[in-house]
Structures are given as C-alpha cells and as structure tokens.
C-alpha cells in the first residue's frame, strides 16, 4: 500500500514525499505555518514557510527565525509536491495549506471560520481529495449570530457601563480577537485602552489593517481614566491583580464558547459575548461539502463526535490526533474559557 | 414570556446579589399580578408537574433540530442542562409570540392530561416561535429544575422591595400550600387572611457553623446546648384536630411520618414543634442511612413501619395555646417545650420527674424518660377517630412502639467549654453531628443567621481514596468532569487486591483544581459508558465525611453520610489509599 500524502506523527502532520511538517508540534528542519497562534506556530524549527502577512506576526512572537514568506494561491514545489496557501478566514493571514502530488489533493485548514470579519482575507473553498478539518465547534449546539449583531450587543454593553460610570473590561486572545474587537468597537462611545500583549500584537498588524487608537495601559494610567472606557484584555488577565486594581470595572468576554451558561459563569465573568473566529456546526458542514472531498480527517475539537456524524451522513471520515487547541494566547496561560482537548476526548 | 425571560437572563448574567435584587424588583413592579405569582411559585420551587417526560422532550428535540438522537444525546452530555442543549439545537426562526408566562404555564398545566402527539405538537409550535433564551425559560419550565441562583430568601427581599411589605411577613406567607394556579396576588401577598393560616409553618431559623474557638462565645452561661441530630429538620403542626408536618425544604411530608397522627388529641392544638425526624429501629436511635428507607416512600408499608418507625425529636416550641412565641426567650420556649413533653408523655409523674433532673455537677443529660414508663396508656386510648390509617397502624404495633413517638432533645448542662468540649466528642456514640449552641435568650429568628444560634460539629471521618470514574458536572461545571467516584483497596480472597467503589463527591476542590483533574482526566480515560468515564487508577484524594453505616444497597457495604473530598493527595500514590477494611473499622 502506498503511503498516505500526509501522515499524523509524532512531530506533527508530515509529508513524506517533500520530507515537510505542516504546522509541528515539535521542533522539524522544515515547516509550513498556517497561522501565528502559539499552538499552530511552535519555537524551534529551522526553517518556517507561511503566508507573507504572517511572516511580522510569528516573527514578533518567535524572534529570530528564518522565514519565507509566500502569497496567496503562490504554487510552490518541494522535491516535486506542489504546495500552495489559501485564505482561511481565522485570523489575519490564516491559511489553508494545499498540497498535491502526483494528482492527489490534500487541504489542511489550520483553524478557520466561515463568515467574513472584514480583517482576515476570507475563507476560500479549495477542493480537494482528502480534506484535513478542525472541528473545535462541531457540536450542533454551535451556531454563530452574524458578527454584526454581535457589536452591535458589545457596544451597548459598553454604553450602558459607561452610564454606570464602569470600565468596561473586554477579554479576546491578543492575537485576532482582540484585533477583530478592537475593528468594530464604537469610538464615538469613549476610548480604547489595552493590556500590553494586546498593544504589542496589535502595534505589529498596524502596518496591515487600519485599525482605532489605542492607549496602553501603564503603571502610570489612572483608574479614573478609565472609567467609563473600554480595556481590551487578553483572557489569561482575568482576576489578576492588574484588573482588580480597575475598580469599579464589568467583564465580559467574546469567545465561541460563551454559547454555554456555565462557561461564563464558571469564570464568573460578567457578561459573554458568542464571537467565534471558528466555524460553527453548520460552517464545518457547508465547507466539507464545498471541498467535494471524498475522505475527511477532523481533528481537534469534538472531532470524535463530528467524525460518527459524518460517517453517518455518509463521509469517509475518521479523526486523528493533534496537538492543536491549547497554549492560543503566546506567553501567557492557555485560554482560559475552553475546554481542554486531548486524546481522550476523541477516542 | 418575554418580560420573564428577561428577568431569567438578568438573574443568570450576574453573580452580584443586590443586581439580581433590583431585576426582580423592577420585574415584580411592572408584571401583572397572575405572572406575579407564578414567579413567585417558580422560584419557591412550586412548579407544576413535569407534563413532558425527558425522555420524550429528548426524542423530539433531536427531530425537530434533524439531528440524530445520539447527537443530541451527545451534546447534552457536554452542554450539561437540557433546557439550554433544546435551545441551542433548535433551529432559529423569525416568528414571535407575545403569550404571557401565565398563559404558558396554564397551558403547560392542561398539557400533562393530553396525548402524546399533542404533546409534541405543542413543543414543536413553540419552540418555533420563541426566540433563543424564551425557548431556554420554557423549556427549563417544562423540565422543571430551574436553578439560576435565586435563593427564596433572595426573590422575596425583592419582593418585599416592591410591595413594602416586611420580609419576614412575606416569608411567612410564602410558605406552605398555596396553589398558584388559583390563587390571586391579592390573596397570596396582599391580604390578611386567618384561615389560610391553618397548615403554615414558621420560617426555620438556620444556624452557621462557629467560626473560630467556641470560647469566643463568652460566657459559657449564657448558651444551652444540646446534640445535633442527623434526621429531617422539622416543624409539627397541631391545629384545629389535625397534623401537618412540614420538612425543611418547605414539603409537607405529614403523609410520610404516619407515627405523628398519634399526636392529634394529646398535643393541644395551637402547638407548633420544631424537631427532627430521627429513625428509631429497635428502640434506638439510628443513622441516616436507616432514615433513607423511609425518605422518599409516599406509602409506607406496615413491615416498614415496624422495621424503621421514626420519632420527632424536640427542639424547640415556636406557638403555644396559639400564640406565636417566637419572640420569647430560648430558655422559656424550652421551659414549655419540656411541660408539653412531661405532660403528654408521662401526665401522671411530670412533676417527680423534672425535679429528680437537676444539674448535678460536670455534663449531664437530662435522661429521658423511658417510653415504656408510661405504658399506662392503651394502644385504644391513642386511636384517632380521623382516620382509619391511624387506628390500623396502632393496632398493628406492639403496645410498647405505641407510645407517642415524641422525645426531647436533652439539653446538655456543662459549666466550661472544656466540658462541652468533652462532649461534643461523644456526639458519634449517640449518632449525633455535633452539638448546637443557643444563646438562652435568644429569639426564634427567620432563615440562617448568625450570632445565637452555632452548629458545632464534630469533625468529619476521612480516608484517602482512589479516582476511578468521572462524570461531566452541570450548571457552572458543565463541560467539566467535577463528578467523581472513589474506590477502596479490597483483599479478595484469593489474596489479589482490588479497587472497589465506596462513595461519589463532588465538592470540595477548587476551581483551578477541577480544572486540572479535568484535563488528566480527558487524557486518561479507560472506556466510556454514556456520560461516565472510567479513568486509570491514579489519583489519590482525601474524602471527608459525617457519618458511616453498614448498609446492603452500597457495593462497599458501607453508606458514608454527605462526603466530598477534602484535599488531593497528590503526594500519594494510589498503594498508599486506605481499604475498605480500615473504612468498616470507623463504624462505631
């Protein structure tokens, strides 16, 4: 039997044929990144591949490493496998990873999501033969409002904390969400403050999207400042000392996973906006149809259950293992609102 | 509905009391005055009966949202509540209904008698037409758990808010039998009405734990202790010839305790007693776990009866000749408490009796009399002409089970702490919790308060115990596995060593904590089976625990009382948990 185009390994998804890591955990000589989350863009390979727009971000967080950047739909050959990028809509420069050789076709989505969020170029259907797909939402209790209700439900929040005279403290990874935040937040309402690993990440991505001022919050802000304001916060800064000192503030958090009453209460966060930068249950369904694949593998997520789903629809899909899904805020603790994720979730 | 739902999400999006105050306030200022009551009912817990089983509301969810049934079944796994996992399936829809929650609730009323198709039918016709969080409220009506912490004590400050009434005078109001579906605002909150009075219990009055060292207390003068008994904390109801009993959580359990009836005629009317329910098999107390034979069983049967009759421990007395005398002093309630008891369990000798149970110096109790003393009684003379059921249990037991089943919770005299102290640690001997402290001149208050009132508990049994099976937590843990279950070491006999289960916790570690045992959890499980996990054998865990019996229905043959886990041990390593025999060897 010949060996599959892309195999699960110990390291991370492996080409044999052009002796290539798509997105490794562990640290490779060559790697193709599909975006600059912490668990998708790992420290120590000698050589990283990824979308150009994507080359400052993953240098920002890993430092000095030897990068190529590429462009969308660019073909580009190792040892006769042809590889190429394709917008995935996730975060800014996220990517799909196409790779085929000899005829067969092979897409990786890293993560992405479905609707357009007017930062990230948005998601492309590439077809395929065997489609590689996340599934951190594949439960059908996953359904997305359109993100511009969604603002329009921050921004009142915001206002009516405002009329309380509150700071209104907003939690969203540091790299995309906050950024996606930060895009729609109303300036006519007040001004927009950040935690440092937000005004750092977003400083790095100014050059690329046109983003509102921010004011970084520093050790000389005054909390009455403040008041009235919003602060954008990456989740691991809920309940540290550096907010309990906003008093009096409200939280409130914009994660897939405020679909759960328990999730946000669990947190004791205030208020739980669902904005998710993940497709939802019908998102992954729609998409694995476009591809027109004829085999699926889901990982990370509830990839289990979505895989028996599939099988049932008719799909030939089955799951493999990843290490995806934790460590997404880099330098910090994993997101604090998921849930973890792990082997035996998806057996 | 609407405003309703409102007020559900209000509640539920935050964890800061005087909010959730003011929603319900503002909320019981504008809804009309039948959505009033049933607010009212449904978070006193008054709801009415389930008119869909889950089993059906499962079946249906997963058609209407076109999905298969495992998924769905899957998805509440995960979701943790199946309200919310109905109204996150179903599919959205543009359509709106502007029925009020009355009318809903009447509805869900009528439904109960339909047939199923129409049952369906039903559902089907509003889950469409209610948005996601009206669609959330009404199902979790019709499920009926509705937990979106609002305690009763919390929904009638608000409601005291509203209407100005005092808070203590709605509680009173508030409790015992009304039917929400009949009665008006006017009726249940506004109007003073006597007759309405006739089955109502008092508020309990609930005590903290002592914080600190009992010394703290001061004089050891002031206070009157007595034992914490472990049975169902009580209030017996005597007027106008009949018998209410009434359960802490505000149920009516006169039906359960059928012993009580003999109360009637010998118990003046105008009587209320605070007490608990204790199990009193073979003429001594017994423990909880006996206890349970008998919770729960509507209809009690005669072998039953016999083999697990309970009596009613007295604590307190809160009216007397129909007067509420909660106000009055502890020390002077308990003055009547005791002549109510000499004189209905022994009326001949109550006099010799209490002068012959003076103090004498160091701890004593007041002994009790013994039942069979007063035997002068007849089993006839305690027939009660009301019912049938009476005179058919009572000519059924032997004249000495007879006696009325009433006994005192003995005041426990000491003149130090260290006294006390002493005797607090005899409290698993006499199948007692603790001790609880009284401050002699205290009121009788309404709901938990502190300062005259202290449990004291004595410490809880432990032993080190392994993790072998997990479940997904609801509410705030859902999505988390919070809900365990711990094994002993067993020798068989073969000499092999195995685990066997003993208890489930699931309290007891912080946050942070389950969240770590959580994600080893996910990352060593053995097999699945639905929602449980079995896991590798691991982790160690101190579990904690009040008390502990012998009992057939536990695979360990051991029944522990209220445990939860006190700490992990992560120092340990699952040779070093405890056996099952080092378990059975705190039996008293």
Known sequence: MKKPLLEFTGKGIYCSAADVYLDPWKPVDKAIISHGHADHSRWGHKHYITHHRNVPIISHRLGDINVTGKEWDETFAINNVKFSLHPAGHIIASSQIRVEHKGEVWVFTGDYKTENDGISTPYEVVKCHTFITECTFGLPAFKWTPQKEVFKDINQWWAENQAENKTSVLFGYSLGKAQRLLKYLDTDIGKIYTHGAIENMTEVLRPLVDFPKTTLITKDTKKEELLGNVVLAPPSAHGSPWIRKMVPYVTASASGWMTF??????RAIDKGFV?????????????????????????????????????????????????????????????EFAPVFSEGEAK | MKHFAQLIKALDSTNKT????????????????????????????????????????REWASEFSNIPLWLFEESYHIVGDLAETIALVIPADPASTEKSL????EEMIALKKKPDDEKKAYLYENWKVLDYYERFVFTKLITGSFRIGVSQKLMTRALAKATEIDEDILAYKLMGNWNPDTISFQDLILEENESDYLSKPYPFYLAYAIEGEVDDLGDVNDWSAEHKWDGIRSQVILRNDEIFVWSRGEELVTDKYPEFDAFIGIIPNGTVIDGEILPYPKGEIGTFNDLQKRIGRKTVSKNLLAKVPVILKAYDLLEWEGEDIREMAFIERRELLQKLFYSVTEPSSSASRRSSTNVESGPTITSEPNPRQSAGRSASDLVSSRQARNADIVENLSPSAAEIPLHLSETVHFTSWEEAVKERERSREVHSEGLMLKRKDSPYLVGRKKGDWWKWKVEPLTIDAVLTYAMRGHGRRSNLFTDYTFALWDEKEDGEKELVTFAKAYSGLTDAEFRKVDNWIKKNTLERFGPVRSVTPHHVFEIAFEGIALSKRHKSGVATRFPRILRWRQDKKIEEANTLSDLKDLIV
């Open chain 1, 275 to 335: 904005l998710s930068d993940h497709c939802d249950w019908d998102g992954l369904l729609e998409s694995i149809k476009a591809t027109g694949a004829e085999k699926i593998i889901c990982t990370h997520g509830y990839s289990d259950i979505f895989s028996r789903y599939l099988r049932e629809q008719g799909h030939d899909a089955r799951t493999e293992e990843t290490q995806y899904g934790e460590e997404e805020d880099a330098g910090s603790k994993k997101d």
């Open chain 2, 18 to 57: 005087n909010i959730k105050v003011q929603a319900l306030t503002d909320y019981f200022k504008i809804a009309g005055d039948t959505d009033k009551v049933w607010t009212i009912a449904i978070l006193s817990h008054r709801r009415p009966p389930r008119p869909v089983n889950t089993t059906l509301l």
């Open chain 2, 102 to 105: 009355t009318q809903f609730l």
């Open chain 1, 261 to 266: 009453r328990g999730a946000r209460r669990r």
